[in-house]
């Protein structure tokens, strides 16, 4: 099946500062999603994604299709920016989920 | 626009035992995914269904565990003679089948087999 890596897999930033994620797919998707994990364990949905730019406030996010990678930008972090985020793809009709980058933002 | 909502939110059961978790989707939605999720990992799907139809099973889903959405509305989980490789995070979400089909999650129920 499809493999979905994601990097870093940690990653503790100070308060203000701006972060890439990575997230790279072994194969074709039609659908890659971005959530975040908050400390409570919701997740939430940051972006429907499967190709070009996006931008929602301090957060963007970036697709190349054709390379099979996406980039998450956190841009001032702010702590309750802390968490797991996640990128999600589906080949098919259900969503396979990275392992994660854990960010902590300290003030 | 209420969320998907589930229900416990925490389950602790002794091993050998029953339990049944309840999921209620946004209601616009047709689609309905039941996920997995323990220490450190990202969610693993186990199931989903289109209005009333289970269209897809995980082989993680071993005979111990059925879902049913009956009437295309909420839908339930079971999982029988719980053994302690089951404690976890049962997560469902919701969707609308169209062309951007963003996934919508509850918060979950943690699931302790002692």
């Known amino acids: 099946g499809i493999q979905v890596e994601q990097s870093p897999p940690d990653l503790i930033l100070q308060e203000g500062a701006n972060s890439t994620l990575r997230c790279n797919f072994s194969?074709?998707?039609?659908?890659l999603q971005w959530f975040h994990q908050n400390p409570w364990g919701q997740l939430i949905n940051l972006f429907y994604?499967?190709?070009g730019t996006k931008q929602n406030g301090r957060l963007s996010a970036t697709t190349v299709a054709t390379e099979r990678y996406s980039l998450l930008y956190i841009s001032s972090s702010q702590t309750t920016d802390s968490g797991v985020y996640f990128c999600?793809?589906?080949?098919?009709?259900?969503?396979?989920f990275g392992t994660g980058t854990r960010l902590q933002v300290f003030p | 626009d209420t969320g998907v909502s589930q229900d416990p939110r925490h389950k602790i059961t002794k091993r050998g035992q029953n339990v049944t978790f309840r999921c209620d989707p946004i209601?616009?939605?047709?689609?309905l995914y039941w996920y997995r999720q323990t220490l450190g990992q990202g969610p693993e799907f186990l199931t989903y269904f289109q209005n009333e139809a289970q269209l897809e099973k995980s082989r993680l889903l071993s005979d111990r565990f059925s879902a049913e959405r009956p009437k295309g509305s909420f839908s339930t989980l079971e999982i029988q003679r719980t053994e302690q490789g089951d404690s976890a995070m049962y997560l469902c979400?919701?969707?609308?089948?169209?062309?951007?089909?963003?996934?919508?999650f509850g918060s979950g129920t943690q699931l302790s087999v002692l």
């Open positions: 994604i499967p190709s």
């Open positions: 194969d074709s998707v039609n659908n």
């Open positions: 209601s616009e939605h047709n689609r």
């Open positions: 979400a919701s969707s609308l089948a169209v062309a951007n089909e963003k996934l919508f």
């Open positions: 999600a793809v589906n080949p098919t009709d259900k969503l396979i």
